[in-house]
């Protein structure tokens, strides 16, 4: 099986501190992958080397066997990572469907002139773009929320958004970087049930995650950064009982 993404040698120095340290993965086509560890271990900055938010310090990063190290953050989108950030980025003041929208944009071809015009093609696409955005948003369980403004939702509900968001990219590789941090323990559990389904309908996800039992429940494999290395990487059997990840993680946690 060819991988999908290939990390390797990965580092990236912020001045004086070594923010990730050769970092090594690789990700496989219709894998759940976790990556775990204390606060301050890197885990968001290898979303945002792999997003080319910050280009890295060294290493190099092949998606689907092409080198895209180094390469514009919108165009590293566009060849297939999409992801959502730790804090909620929405549009608050658009509806729902908007929001959606506003990421299928991204794929729509219409140009600038064709849009203001609103010529027959562009309707057609506009027509088709939010067929496509329904039908994400009621694989999120969302489409009864259409046409309400995102900000007015519920917490989990703006989290769950922002997936349906991502996803209208159409990704290769979906990142989430901490998708059920604030939620109660009713939104948590349905955020599990949607990442099971995105799951079984094939997409790649690889989620930051602090909530454990959260993790452990959804991913076959997990890696453990600390202080920007990889400490442990396994199955979550593997991890628990990794003396490691205890010390550095479990044993920490309060
Ligand atoms: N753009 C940046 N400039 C300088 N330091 C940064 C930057 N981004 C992250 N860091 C530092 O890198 C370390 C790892 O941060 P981060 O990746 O956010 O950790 P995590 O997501 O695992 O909590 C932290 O010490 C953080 O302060
Ligand atoms: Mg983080």
Known sequence: MSSILKVTGLTQVFGGLVALSD???????GEILGVIGPNGAGKTTFF???TG???????????????ITGIKPHIISSKGFARTFQNIRLFKKMTVLDNVMVGLHNKTHASLLASLLKTRSVRKEEAESEKKALEILQLLDLDDFRYELA?????????RLEIARALATDPLILLLDEPAAGMNEQE???LLGIIQKLKELGYTIIII?????????ICERLYVFNH???IAEGTPEEIKKNAAVIEAYLGKES
């Open 23 to 29: 970092i090594n993965m690789t990700v496989e086509q």
């Open 48 to 50: 945002n080397a792999l």
């Open 53 to 67: 938010i910050i280009p890295p310090t060294r290493g190099k990063i092949e998606l689907m066997g092409e080198d």
């Open 151 to 159: 900000g007015s939702l519920p917490y989990g509900l703006q989290r």
């Open 188 to 190: 948590t559990e349905d």
């Open 209 to 217: 995650e602090h909530d454990m039992k959260f993790i452990m429940n």
């Open 228 to 230: 920007g290395a990889k």
